[in-house]
């Protein structure tokens, strides 16, 4: 009795056990997945505020709330990073890593002035001083026998022998001087006409007077160095027959120099004819050389934009040499003296037409975006902005062009990229005088054209072909005496283009004909009255290697003829005739 007792409480306690073993691990992983459950619903409901964009991959402008097609080419969207939400059109987030791989580097703008505040800085180079330069010729025909100038930089001095020539018309005129001082007492003018000949062709009149007292003709003349200088070119040698005024050396005086800069056009009223320029070069780092502002060119260079400004110095030591560059620091003249924004040249980027400087908006976060500036005065390496920066903005200073690839790359506004909207261009319309058969002609080639058109949407190049013949064949009957000059070039090329289409063995090669056919015939038809049914003019911003093309439909429905399947719905309706 009391066995069965312990057995029957053994048997309870290893019930309870198991139970516990088989319930008690369920409901803790009940309660687990519970807590999962409820991390999970919380996690999910702290994001559902949330709604995703979507954005196409070829028109990044584009953003909508939901999945779709892209109402300009017609391509599938894709999600939209989320980072871009609350971001203003033109602005754009890039990640602290890209930031960090570039070393772009940011600078908060703030006012500048102190005494270099006015100060122009000007590149140029050393030029000859052309007003110090000199030509020395031969004052008689002959051949040069002798030159005593050896090479070009040779240095000369004044009444130094350059040259020997012998000289036929010379020795004519020295016998007719020894023949003529035998009746100097009973032909007194004929005498002293011949000696004056001979002053003409610089003869001293010492040389005469020795020609006349012994009697003799010399065959060689010399000729002497009327100034000092440096050969910059030998224009003869030794051998050659010279005319008379013909020149044999260039001399150049380098004890007074040019300097030659450039300025731009949005500086010219700083400068005037005597201010003072100091210069240096590399040659010379240490040295500083004082120039004075000589001429100022009254032409602008209208491919550089810049006008010359030429100051003039003194270069008693030979150290400038024509050729080096030099760099000219100059106080501007009739400067503003208010504060100024300066910010450094890394951060402004010129495309030629304007300057701009990528500002961060966000001082917590790197969102950028593309602000256009005006420049001032550049002072070594910084600008003085003008126009389109405050003080305390803050721009990259560092790393510009690759935070402007990515802004290009988001389809942002970009230095070579002034707007990202998609406003849809128009056909400036021609005014066009078409008379009544013309006006027919061109309505009977419509239908056709249409045709061809939807042949083209289903790229079929044999019907393409077919219906291009056929719109040439009416565009024929247009009498050309209807026409003026711009008619007749316009239906030239339309006619070309038709026999183009119609030869083609390949739809690229008809489609590009296309482009240009719609070009030309497109603004006829906006000449033509009374058209009806109406027609469309349809573009498709893609075509033409982006630069969009039109063509005219008769459909609202759009179907792209330079696409066909690929992206049949690329494009928009910009016109009804």
Known sequence: MNKNILYIGIAVLVGLLAGWLIFGKSTDKSMAVKDVSTMSDNHDHSTEGEEEMWTCSMHPQIMQPEPGDCPICGMDLIPAESSADGLAADQFKMTKN????????????????????NTISLTGKIVENEEANSVQASYFDGRIESLNVSYEGQEVRKGQLLATIYAPNLVAA???????????????????????KLKLWKLSESQINTIEESGKVRENFPIYATVSGTVSEKMAEEGDYVKQGQPILKLSNLNSVWAAFDAYENQISQFKIGQEIKMTTNAYPNKEFDATISFIDPVLNTQTRVVTVRATIQNNNNLLKPGMFVAGNIEGFGV????????????????????????????????????EVTIGNRNGEAYTITEGLENGDEIVTNGTFTVDAAAQLRGKKSMMNQSNSAEEETIPET??????????????????????????VEGNITAISVYAKKTLEEIKSIPESDLDKMEQSHISKIKRMLVAINEADNIKNQRNHFVVLNQNIVPIVMNIQNIDPEILIQKCPMANNNQGAFWLSADKEIRNPYYGEQMMTCGSTIDTL
Do not use: C, H
């Not at 890209?98 to 505040?117: C, F, H, P, Y």
């Not at 966000?362 to 969102?367: F, S």
């Not at 066009?432 to 013309?438: G, V």
């Open 98 to 117: 890209a930031m960090a791989l570039a070393n772009i580097q940011t600078s908060i703008v703030g006012d500048a002035e102190g005494k270099n505040g």
């Open 431 to 456: 005014k066009m005088k078409l008379s009544q058969e013309t006006q027919k002609a061109i309505k009977k080639s419509l239908k056709p054209y249409l045709d061809m058109k939807d042949a083209f």
């Open 336 to 371: 503003s003296q208010k504060q100024q924004l300066v910010v450094p040249a890394s951060a402004v980027m010129w495309t030629g037409e304007r300057s701009v400087v990528y500002v961060k908006t966000n001082p917590e976060e790197p969102v950028f975006e593309m602000r």
């Open 174 to 196: 020295q016998q007719e001087l020894i023949t003529t001082a035998s009746l100097k007492e009973s032909q007194p003018a004929l005498y002293k006409s011949v000696r004056n």
